[in-house]
């Protein structure tokens, strides 16, 4: 029904950038709240960014300053442009989105994830 695909994820240094893009297609009659979660391993997984339909946002003490979120609404897309990135940064990234279907229901979903490493 939904499907969101995650890309730009990869291998950089400390110190540098990455953009994570997320775009949400199927049949989709509104996303709303659309979120970056990332998984290191060993660890659960954890909340990194999210932003309303609205343009709201809000970040992870761990990030804030560093990374943004954004959104393009007539894309159905979800970006986070990452700075000053940190060995620590080192994970799997989520994409997650709320979205109402065409039929009325309204479901969470998931991207795949990409691999974000950070080292030298």
């Known amino acids: 029904q939904v499907l969101l695909v995650e890309s730009g994820g990869g291998l950089v240094q400390p110190g540098g950038s990455l953009r994570l893009s997320c775009a949400a297609s199927?049949?989709?009659?509104?996303?709303?709240?659309m979120a970056w979660y990332r998984q290191a391993p060993g660890k659960q997984r954890e909340l990194v960014a999210g932003?309303?339909?609205?343009?709201?946002?809000s970040y992870s003490a761990s990030v804030k300053g560093r990374f943004t979120i954004s959104r393009d609404l007539t894309k159905k897309s979800v970006y986070l442009q990452m700075n000053s990135l940190k060995p620590e940064d080192t994970a799997d990234y989520y994409c997650?989105?709320?979205?109402?279907?065409?039929?009325?229901?309204?479901?969470?979903?998931w991207g795949q994830g990409t691999q974000v490493t950070v080292s030298s």
């Open positions: 997650n989105a709320d979205v109402v279907l065409y039929n009325g229901e309204r479901n969470n979903y």
């Open positions: 199927g049949m989709i009659f509104t996303v709303n709240d």
């Open positions: 932003i309303t339909r609205g343009g709201s946002t």
